[in-house]
């Protein structure tokens, strides 16, 4: 069982920056992806970036491509996402996944940890 904790959400304006992380914690040997997902009030899960355990391949939706970054640091069992020019369409509550898959999959089912997740609210 991979445990994981997200922080880094809050409320910025639009334009801003803001730099998400997610520590995994417990059996993190298995897993072979981890991923962010967002989900805004009334609104489904939907994937916004994924990463290789190694940090050698990443995803994005094309939302967001260009304004965020995946990242990993491997020595604190860490991923970052960091998010640049928000829009209020990136509102959401925003959750870190991850798989024992090495697929880097867009899809919530394919993922079987998950954080509480950390809101983050962009204004106009």
């Known amino acids: 069982q991979v445990q994981l904790v997200e922080s880094g959400g809050g409320l910025v304006q639009a334009g801003d920056s803001l730099r998400l992380s997610c520590a995994a914690s417990g059996r993190t040997f298995g897993v072979g992806v981890m991923a962010w997902f967002r989900q805004a009030p009334g609104k489904s899960r939907l994937f916004v970036s994924a990463?290789?355990?190694?940090?050698?391949?990443?995803r994005y939706a094309d939302s967001v491509k260009g304004r965020f970054t995946i990242s990993r640091d491997n020595t604190k069992n860490t991923r970052y996402l960091q998010m640049s020019a928000l829009r209020p369409e990136d509102t959401a509550i925003y959750y870190c996944?991850?798989?024992?898959?090495?697929?880097?999959?867009?899809?919530?089912?394919?993922?079987?940890?998950w954080g509480q997740g950390t809101q983050v609210t962009v204004s106009s």
């Open positions: 996944a991850a798989a024992r898959s090495p697929y880097l999959a867009a899809v919530s089912g394919s993922y079987n940890s």
């Open positions: 990463i290789s355990w190694s940090g050698g391949s990443t």
